[in-house]
């Protein structure tokens, strides 16, 4: 197989001999989700287990009590999310570690798959369109994907995902291409804004079409980790949406986050990823040979303090961390302080975060400093 051969290192559906390799080595239904993906960046399944809606209808009672649901109907809260239940809810780590899904993604890119992240909704996200290999991503590159499970059936008024098909064969644009660097990082700078600018501008250059995702209960929809997406607005709010999503990533790579890293200036954030599947840190591993733990140290990003903080855009973070619907989450350390947090890592107030979604998505994985 060429890709094998020649690229070991580029996921089977974004190979350049995919026409060649994927027919000879898939069995017809992994060949259409992997055209699908190659295609289009996205593929639709129906959701392969058949206790499927008893598991469903089980992770909505144990998690329903968790959520401020008046706070988010009066608008007091930006969204409603549980990260990492597969830690205390063994429905939700049950359809994170399915086996068939597994097999299917580790068919189709070529490595084995594993889940790392699961992030649980009971309303729409109402996201801005966003393309999560900023977010996080893998060395070699799109050795990452999602898969989204809808709970419950969607339509227009109860905030479906949207997707901009295409937007997947774009290059994986980081630091170094907007013009980024570590001083840019290190001292505060808002990078991602100019990644929204890229993508924006992108959209509108390639006259891309969004398209939405009306799904039926237990229909899921599978996308690369470069795919433009996001959540539509939820108009009818005393609804809800339920829906379940896992992060894939694939062994035999190293895992970072690009907004974070000068790669040119020897400045990496490599994540500390734990397996779902075993719960165990998974190894960071380049061309077969594991990063070592002192090379990740000397080349670690960190982020320096200032004094002259911006008044406007602390008042922006306080008011979100007044309407946070991430504030009560277990995951947060005990005695975690926003205002300290983003004290500590002044590029988040440049970017005027929510703090405590910003601790649980990226800053417990990138290591960042409480105070």
Not at 77 to 91: E, N, P, T
Request: include cysteine; charged fraction near 25%.
């Amino acid at each position: 197989m060429l890709t094998v051969k020649l690229l070991p290192g580029v996921p089977l559906v974004d190979s350049p001999f995919f026409e060649e390799d994927a027919p000879m080595i898939l069995a017809r239904d992994q060949l259409r989700v992997a055209k699908d993906l190659n295609e289009k960046g996205y593929a639709t399944i129906d959701f392969p287990d058949p206790d499927i809606d008893e598991k469903i209808e089980a992770i909505k009672r144990d998690l329903r009590g968790r959520f401020d649901w008046e706070g988010w109907r009066n608008g007091k809260l930006d969204g409603l999310r549980i990260q990492d239940a597969w830690r205390f809810d063994s429905r939700v780590k049950d359809i994170a570690v399915n086996s068939k899904i597994l097999d299917l993604l580790s068919a189709v890119y070529g490595r084995q798959a594993f889940p790392f992240q699961t992030l649980n909704f009971p309303v729409g996200t109402q996201q801005a369109a966003h393309s999560d290999h900023a977010h996080f991503n893998s060395i070699p590159d799109r050795f990452m994907c999602g898969v989204w499970l809808a709970f419950e059936d969607i339509d227009d008024e109860n905030g479906p995902l949207f997707y901009y098909p295409g937007s997947h064969k774009w290059p994986s644009y980081q630091n170094e291409h907007l013009g980024v660097s570590y001083a840019d990082i290190s001292t505060g700078f808002p990078a991602y804004r100019r990644y929204v600018a890229l993508w924006d501008a992108l959209v509108e250059k390639q006259a891309l079409k969004r398209e939405v995702f009306r799904a039926a209960k237990g229909q899921a929809l599978i996308w690369t980790s470069n795919l433009l997406h996001g959540g539509s607005v939820q108009v009818d709010t005393n609804r809800t949406r339920w829906s379940q999503v896992t992060h894939y990533f694939f062994e035999g790579c190293a895992y970072t986050t690009p907004v974070a890293n000068d790669t040119f200036q020897g400045k990496i954030a490599f994540r500390d990823i734990a397996d779902i599947r075993s719960g165990d840190l998974v190894p960071n591993v380049v061309s077969g040979a594991i990063v070592r733990d002192g090379f990740r140290e000397a080349i670690k990003t960190e982020f320096r303090g200032f004094d002259n903080m911006n008044a406007t855009r602390m008042q922006v973070i306080q008011a979100k961390i007044v309407k946070s619907c991430f504030k009560h989450d277990r995951a947060l350390p005990r005695g975690f302080d926003p205002i300290a947090y983003v004290k500590a890592n002044p590029d988040l107030i440049d970017a005027e975060v929510d703090p405590f979604e910003h601790y649980l998505i990226y800053g417990q994985a990138e290591g960042r400093s409480l105070r």
